[in-house]
């Protein structure tokens, strides 16, 4: 299914399924001498797509810009944390230059989520991403042609993203790069996740929105402890599989793994932080209640708001200490975040003809 209509002699609007909305842009390759991708997601099993960029003459310049897929804070059990795993060793062997051309370059950025796809003459510019799977599903775009006008989209979107990306070339020490990156991208992903949950924004007062600690409508949970310390577990993993390698021990074995301790320490079963989440109010009233006999229904009613004052005491005060532990959890993270982008950097700096690194 296909709908377009035109807004101007050089732009339609299109909305489709079951086809891609970019493929006016495959069918004019031909006549094209470039071709750049900037998309979400691919797909790497048996991918059609993946396939068109195999078959172009080998001089065509091929710049390919995607995400790093399954990048979610945290996995409910450790078969999904593989399965993440996996799927971004299959982007990295999918996406391997030595099963193309060698003008085509591919890109790996963490915050890239737009999709653009074009020839030298025509462009698409939608919501469907150069997947497979896409060309399923309903999406929209606009189909822009003209040889200046899609140059100038292209650069625009291209000096963006390329210098901020991480290039996968045929050096061994790229896809570590890439992994420690993605990492390094999913702890800020984790921390976001964090403020939303543990923060609240008041509706604008005087021109301004203000951000409080949430305590008497608790959105945070054990689950969001647990993907804290599913995350610390991914940190000392990917750190422990660097120093396995020889080309990479000394840098990887400067981590400061008590960044990684003092996490686990805030989070753990019994602190004043999991004691937060835990609160159950109902069972601290119930057992303030069950320790005292009522004369009847006045003193009982009493005595309930009294417990219920006891307990508003009570949460206003842990949440006054858990608040300080979840902002040096935040500050720690961010301590994390940066001893990786430094052991990215320090790889980054050794030379590209290393042995050969085992990134499975």
């Known amino acids: 299914m296909k709908q377009e209509f035109e807004l101007s002699p050089q732009v339609k609007f299109i909305f489709t399924k079951n086809e891609h909305g970019f493929q006016e842009v495959l069918e004019d390759l031909p006549n094209s001498r470039t071709f750049n991708v900037a998309t979400y997601n691919i797909s790497v099993s048996d991918s059609l797509l993946l396939g068109v960029i195999k078959k172009l003459p080998p001089s065509t310049q091929v710049k390919l810009i995607t995400n790093i897929p399954s990048r ?25 230059p030595r099963h193309f051309a060698p003008f085509v370059e ?18 698409y510019i939608g919501s469907g991403n150069f997947s497979d799977a896409s060309g399923k599903k309903f999406e929209c775009g606009v189909i822009v042609r003209g040889r200046d006008l899609v140059k100038k989209l292209v650069d625009m979107v291209f000096s963006e993203i390329v210098p901020l990306s991480d290039p996968l070339t045929a050096s061994p020490l790229a896809t570590a790069i890439i992994q420690i990156h993605a990492l390094a991208s999913r702890l800020s992903d984790l921390k976001s996740h964090l403020r939303d949950v543990f923060y609240t924004w008041t509706d604008e007062y005087a021109g301004r929105n203000f951000e409080y600690f949430e305590w008497l409508d608790v959105r945070a949970s054990t689950d969001d402890l647990n993907a804290v310390a599913d995350f610390i577990r991914e940190v000392e993993r990917a750190i422990g599989d660097l120093q396995d390698e ?9 981590f400061d793994g008590q960044y990684c301790d003092k996490i ?32 009847d229904e006045d003193d009982f009613n009493q005595a309930v708001d009294t417990a219920a004052d006891d307990d508003l005491s009570v949460r206003d005060e842990m949440a006054n200490a858990a608040e300080a532990e979840v902002e040096k959890i ?31």
Request: hydrophobic fraction near 35%.
């Open 72 to 96: 979610w804070y945290g996995y409910r059990d450790e078969r999904q944390r593989n399965d993440a795993r996996t799927q971004i060793q299959s982007y990295l062997r999918a996406l391997d």
């Open 106 to 123: 591919t890109f790996f950025s963490y915050e890239t989520h737009c999709k653009l796809v074009a020839s030298d003459n025509v462009v």
């Open 246 to 254: 020889s080309t990479l021990s000394t840098i990887a074995s400067s």
């Open 264 to 295: 686990r320490e805030i989070i753990a079963t019994g602190s004043t932080l999991h004691s937060f989440v835990t609160h159950d109010s109902q069972s601290f009233m119930e057992s303030i209640l069950g320790r005292r006999a009522f004369a």
């Open 330 to 360: 935040f500050a720690t993270l961010d301590k994390v975040i940066d001893e990786l982008h430094r052991i990215a950097k320090e790889i980054k700096g050794l030379p590209s003809n290393m042995t050969k690194i085992d990134n499975t």
